[in-house]
């Protein structure tokens, strides 16, 4: 069931463009701080999703074009066999798709755990830096929805 907090002004919730902004720059944040996990040439479509990402922030492309990047990005996820380039992906695809869907930036922030977690980082160290970087507005209810879906994420 959706989190009502994440739903936008304009679909009859609470959640405001401001907000949105705020959150889709702190999901691609997240998502950006992992990609130098990837050993490999960062695939196109990886930065390509994180650009959409930052240019519908500023209100520059559509939410179409951004879901269009997230598939992209999750294409990526399904080909590749590597457990830290799949998450890296997840985590893109999952920022990016915040333009559709609000609480689509919470799995941004989780893949990217999941991400440092397969690179045998310290995950601990990575979600203090994730919710340093949480505008103080959103802090509350961002994490209190991410501890309610984290337990599905197996980090």
Not at 17 to 30: G, S
Request: charged letters at 25%; one cysteine or more; aromatic letters at 6%.
């Amino acid at each position: 069931m959706r989190d009502n907090r994440f739903v936008a002004v304009h679909s009859g919730g609470l959640f405001t463009k401001d907000r949105h902004h705020q959150l889709i720059r702190w999901a691609r944040e997240c998502s950006e701080h992992v990609l130098s996990l990837i050993e490999e040439n960062v695939d196109q479509r990886l930065i390509n999703a994180l650009y959409v990402a930052k240019e519908w922030e500023k209100e520059k492309v559509t939410v179409g074009e951004a879901r269009n990047a997230s598939v992209s990005a999750h294409a990526l996820a399904r080909e590749s066999s590597n457990p830290i380039t799949i998450a890296v992906a997840r985590s893109t695809g999952h920022a990016v798709a915040t333009a559709h869907m609000a609480d689509h930036s919470m799995g941004a922030a989780l893949y990217a755990l999941k991400a440092v977690k397969n690179a045998g980082k310290s995950v601990d160290a990575e979600r203090k830096w994730q919710n340093e970087q949480l505008p103080s507005e959103i802090m509350e209810f961002v994490l209190t929805a991410m501890s309610m879906k984290e337990k599905h994420f197996k980090i």
